[in-house]
């Protein structure tokens, strides 16, 4: 199984929601990341974790909340958005082997989310 | 109208021809390379990677140079197929900081 999967494909809230996006690997990786891709633009670093620790943050404001339950598995929490929020979610995974930083990336199909 | 910044390069080629996407990096200290393809709807699928020891390496149609004198990346795509129409993504990294991505080039292939 070389996938990473993500659910749900689309996603559409109000500003005052909130809900979850989900992320799973069983290719035995130890890290796992959250990125944001807007229209056009190349995909933008937000969360890290490396051994079920989240290791980085990119400065992301506060409703988006990460959360890795276990090795397999990442959520990012989503409250109180704005419609600049809008944009594609896409969660990957890494050996971990480099801690995340000189390795090949796996990227799950994203989550297409619209905030109202 | 369209708003600054909302345009991709675009390189277009005709099917059957040979393609080749250029990446300029800044970083001189980066010493992994990537290239990922990007299809509509779709998460960025990695195409071939390359360290800095090392200046060309080749895949199934797929063929990454990499001259660290001009800090320049190219992907070359032998006999370019409709199902080559993409976003490509060229990445730099190196030990303790994460990959960094291009603004990426946006392949069409005519039949």
């Known amino acids: 199984d070389t996938e990473v999967t993500q659910t749900p494909k689309h996603l559409v809230m109000g500003m005052t929601n909130k809900k979850s996006l989900k992320c799973e690997q069983h290719?035995?990786?130890?890290?796992m990341y959250w990125y944001k891709q807007k229209a056009k633009k190349p995909p933008e670093l937000m969360f890290v974790?490396?051994?079920?620790?989240?290791?980085i943050n990119e400065s992301v404001p506060s409703r988006f909340s990460p959360e890795c339950p276990n090795s397999s598995l990442l959520n990012l929490h989503l409250h109180a958005l704005q419609p600049e929020d809008s944009a594609l979610y896409l969660c990957a995974s890494s050996q971990g082997d480099r801690r995340g930083t000189n390795e090949k990336l796996f990227f799950g199909s994203g989550t297409q989310l619209s905030v109202l | 109208g369209e708003s600054v910044g909302l345009h991709l390069p675009t390189l277009s080629v005709q099917e059957g021809d040979n393609s080749i996407i250029n990446c300029a990096y800044s970083n001189s200290a980066s010493d992994y390379f990537i290239w990922y393809k990007q299809e509509s709807g779709k998460g960025p699928q990695f195409i071939i990677d390359?360290?800095?020891?090392?200046d060309k390496r080749q895949g199934q149609r797929v063929t990454v140079l990499l001259n660290k004198t001009v800090k320049h990346l190219s992907l070359q795509i032998a006999a370019t197929q409709p199902g080559d129409s993409a976003v490509y993504f060229c990445?730099?990294?190196?030990?303790?900081?994460?990959?960094?991505f291009g603004g990426g080039t946006r392949l069409m292939v005519k039949p």
């Open positions: 290719m035995g990786h130890r890290a």
């Open positions: 974790y490396s051994y079920e620790k989240l290791s």
């Open positions: 990445a730099e990294g190196n030990a303790g900081n994460m990959l960094t």
């Open positions: 390359i360290r800095s020891n090392m």
